[in-house]
């Protein structure tokens, strides 16, 4: 079995500084991790994964995450945030042999002015 | 290319009554995916066809509703009768069959409201 836990449901952040999003995840067999982002009245873009290899991955909009097998965590960072950063995050997982995702309860990211 | 769209952006209906949504996929994938979020909540799968077979539907939450792919080309998910844990956003996502699972593309989804 597959779970996801976004430990941070609201993260409040002012412009231009940095930000981490946590991701934990559990899973009895191999996956592959993912962030997703909803920007209001849209759709999930995809902003990174995780495959194999490095185990630092970088994304669009300077985002990037780090996957550490040991503490099964796949946080989400950014060193400098924009207004336009305020979104919804989903970390995911997918088992490597499955097509269905597992998504964590999200985190809303609010960056102030 | 265009993307995942899916009908209605919004719908508020009455308890008991039926409502069906859309998704029409990107051209070629024969992938296709539902998913529900509720308030709050994760979001869970609901189900997959591949082409206009149903591949995995264990997501379904009961028998009120259904899902059809005929021709394989776009998708319905009809609510009958609909009830108030109905409500929630739900989500369609296609990807080609060559690239398996990894690399949806989702919809905007549609904003479901039963009251």
């Known amino acids: 079995a597959q779970s996801v836990t976004q430990l941070d449901s609201q993260v409040p952040v002012f412009e231009e500084a940095p930000v981490e999003l946590r991701c934990n995840y559990s899973s009895s067999v191999s996956v592959y991790l993912f962030w997703y982002v909803q920007y209001p009245n849209q759709g999930l873009q995809l902003l990174l994964k995780y495959l194999s290899g490095s185990t630092l991955v970088k994304g669009i909009n300077g985002f990037e995450a780090e996957f550490n097998k040991s503490q099964t965590s796949f946080h989400l960072r950014k060193p400098s945030v924009h207004i336009s950063d305020t979104a919804e995050y989903f970390c995911?997982?997918?088992?490597?042999?499955?097509?269905?995702?597992?998504f964590g309860t999200g985190t809303s990211l609010t960056v102030i002015p | 290319e265009a993307g995942v769209t899916q009908f209605p952006s919004h719908s508020v209906i009455e308890k008991g009554q039926t409502v069906t949504l859309r998704c029409d996929p990107i051209?070629?994938?024969?992938?296709l995916y539902w998913y529900r979020r509720v308030m709050g909540k994760e979001i869970k799968f609901l189900l997959h066809?591949?082409?206009?077979?149903?591949?995995?539907e264990s997501g379904m939450p009961n028998n009120r509703f259904l899902a059809e792919r005929t021709g394989g080309t776009y998708s319905t998910l009809k609510v009958q009768p609909a009830e108030l844990e109905d409500s929630g956003v739900y989500f369609c996502?296609?990807?080609?069959?060559?690239?398996?699972?990894?690399?949806?593309?989702f919809g905007s989804g549609t904003r479901l409201t039963v009251v």
């Open positions: 996502a296609s990807s080609h069959a060559n690239r398996g699972g990894y690399g949806y593309t």
């Open positions: 995911a997982v997918r088992p490597n042999t499955g097509n269905q995702f597992y």
């Open positions: 066809f591949v082409k206009e077979s149903k591949q995995d």
């Open positions: 051209s070629g994938h024969d992938n």
